[in-house]
C-alpha cells in the first residue's frame, strides 16, 4: 500500500511539475511578446530562451498526456517570434529559439505518435513564412528540409476523421510557405499529403 502511495505521490509532482512548466513558458511568452511590440529585442530574446528551456525540461519530464499543452506551448511561442527585430543578429537569434521548439516537438512526437498533430504542422508554417526573408533564406531551406520528413510522417499518425480537414488546410498552407521559398519539391510532397488527407475524410 505504501508503494502505492509513494507512486500516487510521483504522480501528482509530476503533473504540477507540468503545470508549473506551462504556465512558466507561457508567461515568458508573453512578456517576449510586449517586448517585442516595445522593441527591446534583445530582452525578448533573452526571455524567449528562457521559454524554450522550460519547454526542454517539460518535454524531457514530462507524461505523454500533457502533449497537447507543450504543443500548444510552442505553438504560442513560434508567434510570439513573428515580430520584427530590428537586427539581423536578434532575427537569426529569434529562429534559433524556434527552431530549438521545433526540434523538441519532433522528439514528442517521435515518443508520442497517437497524438494530434495539427498544431505542429500550423507551427511549421509559421516557421517558414517567418524565414522567408532573403537574409533567413539559408535557414528557411535548412529548417524545410529538416521538418518536411516529420510533418509528412505525422499524417500517417493520426487516424480520427473529424481531424483531417483541419490537418488538410495546415498541410496546404505549409505547401504555399515552401513554394515562396523556392522549394517546389517539398511542397508538391505536402501537396500529396494533403490530397490524401481530404480523400480520407
Known amino acids: 500500500d505504501n508503494d502505492d502511495d509513494d507512486d500516487d505521490d510521483d504522480a501528482y509532482s509530476i503533473n504540477v511539475a507540468v503545470a508549473l512548466a506551462v504556465s512558466g513558458a507561457a508567461a515568458y511568452k508573453g512578456l517576449a511578446a510586449v517586448l517585442l511590440e516595445e522593441g527591446a529585442h534583445a530582452e525578448a530574446a533573452a526571455e524567449l530562451r528562457m521559454s524554450v528551456e522550460i519547454l526542454r525540461a517539460l518535454v524531457e519530464h514530462s507524461p505523454r498526456q500533457h502533449f497537447a499543452d507543450f504543443a500548444a506551448a510552442v505553438h504560442a511561442l513560434v508567434m510570439a517570434c513573428r515580430g520584427a527585430p530590428a537586427s539581423i543578429d536578434d532575427a537569426a537569434e529569434l529562429l534559433s529559439l524556434t527552431r530549438q521548439s521545433h526540434e523538441l516537438l519532433r522528439s514528442e512526437l517521435r515518443r508520442a505518435p497517437y497524438i494530434e498533430v495539427i498544431d505542429y504542422l500550423e507551427a511549421l508554417a509559421d516557421l517558414l513564412a517567418l524565414a522567408v526573408e532573403?537574409?533567413?533564406?539559408?535557414?528557411?531551406?535548412?529548417?524545410?528540409?529538416?521538418?518536411?520528413?516529420?510533418?509528412?510522417?505525422?499524417?500517417?499518425?493520426?487516424?480520427?476523421?473529424?481531424?483531417?480537414?483541419?490537418?488538410?488546410?495546415?498541410?496546404?498552407?505549409?505547401?504555399?510557405?515552401?513554394?515562396?521559398?523556392?522549394?517546389?519539391?517539398?511542397?508538391?510532397?505536402?501537396?500529396?499529403?494533403?490530397?490524401?488527407?481530404?480523400?480520407?475524410?
Open 134 to 201: 532573403p537574409k533567413d533564406r539559408a535557414e528557411a531551406l535548412s529548417d524545410a528540409a529538416l521538418f518536411a520528413a516529420t510533418a509528412l510522417a505525422s499524417v500517417a499518425w493520426v487516424h480520427r476523421p473529424r481531424s483531417l480537414r483541419a490537418r488538410a488546410l495546415a498541410l496546404d498552407r505549409i505547401a504555399e510557405e515552401l513554394r515562396a521559398i523556392g522549394r517546389s519539391d517539398l511542397a508538391s510532397a505536402y501537396g500529396e499529403a494533403s490530397r490524401r488527407c481530404r480523400s480520407r475524410s
